[in-house]
């Protein structure tokens, strides 16, 4: 029975070894993609952002030309700054050699003039809704006292802390292609830490915006989100969609970056090397399927031995079976798998309680922790040197009784015994004294 024991303890310590180790495995997306990408060169990467799962990835690492996905850059930085976006800043003429290469690249501008006044707010709604090269430059301009290649470099070193590893700026608005190159994962990091960003949701997820009047023009003029998704209009409107950038050079193709949120879940999806008769089918479809595969479910019960830990003094039972203590539910694909790891005891004595809480369980959905969940017992697993002792004690006690009533008897014949031996002692005692005097 202790070999058994022993073998027991092993393959339970080898199994939990195994789930530990399948748990520490990166999360891998496994799911096939669901649509027809325009090429098979695009680079795809959708993910889960609660959980930071990838959920579907083509080209992810490859780097390539961003665009205008340059400019969230620009704004978590600008956000970054602690700059006051009610003030307003007037534009320098240091900015002018800046504005015409602007204007000789045929980039999109909210037409900033040399002079000008305008609200910072402003800048940053002209930078994410109309996606304005000039704005960008402005902002960095700003923020960096004047000057632009020491907010380039910065924004290198905040790529880098935020884990990019196939990211490089070379300009703040992505218009010049040059070296501005990242990856799709590595946008989603960037994309993530604006997500986290009230005032850049906010900003990112307006589809029209009115610029007041300036010093230099005197109208109000309107802006349109270059995000067609956001349009109740378009084709492939979708109202689940959350900001967030768009871009498009030559060489960089059509560019997109978005969050979806619906049923209290988000996703977060890059799209780079798309062309514009393809790129928002192409999310819109992703996303749909997303949406229509996962959802939440139960993933462990209170009714199922999750696990059992070996039983000591007692012959009957070799482990105490456990269960959760309360449901664990997840958010996932149906083919998910559900694993575990364990924090027990090497065993238990008995007696052990009903509902007694023994170690704890972590539950995983597809490699990724979903939550921990006390460990209980459905029962109570009763000591069998505890039974013994009971039996024992009572044999004793019955022996001490039996022990008491002989001894008493023996008392009670003996004592008899000893008065007529005394009786007869006398009387010959008394005759004899008779018989000499």
Request: aromatic share 8%; glycine share 6%.
């Amino acid at each position: 029975m202790q070999t058994k024991s022993l073998f027991c303890r092993a393959a339970a310590l080898l199994l939990t070894v195994a789930l530990a180790v399948t748990a520490a495995l990166p999360g891998f997306a496994v799911y096939e993609m669901p649509i027809q990408t325009a090429n098979d060169t695009e680079s795809v990467y959708l993910f889960n952002l609660d959980t930071g799962k990838p959920i579907l990835e083509q080209n992810a690492e490859q780097p390539r030309y961003i665009a205008s996905l340059t400019k969230m850059m620009t704004a978590l930085l600008f956000l970054e700054s602690g700059k006051d976006l009610n003030e307003s800043i007037t534009i320098p003429a240091t900015l002018t050699q800046e504005f015409k290469d602007i204007q000789n690249a045929n980039g999109s501008t909210m037409n900033l003039r040399i002079g000008e006044t305008v609200r910072r707010i402003d800048l940053l709604y002209g930078l994410l809704v109309a996606s304005a090269n000039d704005a960008a430059s402005v902002i960095a301009m700003d923020v960096s006292d004047g000057n632009l290649p020491a907010f380039v470099n910065r924004m290198n070193e905040r790529a880098r802390e935020l884990g990019c590893t196939s990211t490089s700026f070379t300009c703040v608005h992505g218009l010049y292609d040059y070296g501005n190159v990242s990856s799709a994962e590595d946008l989603a990091k960037i994309a993530a830490a604006c997500h986290a960003n009230e005032t850049y949701m906010q900003v990112a997820n307006t589809l029209t915006y009115t610029l007041p009047a300036t010093n230099l023009h005197q109208n109000e003029r309107q802006i349109t989100s270059t995000n067609l998704m956001l349009n109740p209009e378009y084709a492939y409107y979708r109202d689940y969609i959350r900001g967030m950038k768009t871009g498009f050079t030559t060489l960089a193709g059509r560019c997109y970056t978005t969050f979806a949120e619906k049923d209290g879940h988000t996703y977060g999806l890059v799209v780079l090397g798309s062309d514009l008769d393809n790129i928002y089918r192409e999310c819109s479809e992703m996303l749909d399927w997303a949406f229509a595969s996962f959802s939440d479910r139960q993933l462990v019960d209170t009714d199922t031995v999750l696990t059992t830990v070996p039983l000591k003094k007692c012959r009957s039972e070799e482990a105490v079976e456990l269960y959760a203590a309360e449901p664990v539910s997840g958010y996932g694909h149906a083919d998910d798998k559900v694993t575990y790891t364990f924090n027990l005891p090497e065993s238990v004595p008995a007696t052990v309680k009903d509902g007694a809480v023994i170690g704890e369980a972590t539950v995983y959905l597809d490699g990724y922790e979903v939550g921990t969940v006390n460990l209980v017992t459905h029962r109570e697993y009763v000591s069998d040197f505890r039974t013994d002792t009971k039996a024992t004690l009572f044999l004793m006690a019955a022996l001490v009784a039996i022990l008491i009533v002989l001894g008493f008897i023996t008392m009670v014949i003996g004592g008899g015994s000893l008065n007529l031996g005394r009786r007869r002692r006398m009387s010959r005692s008394g005759k004899a004294r008779r018989r000499y005097y």
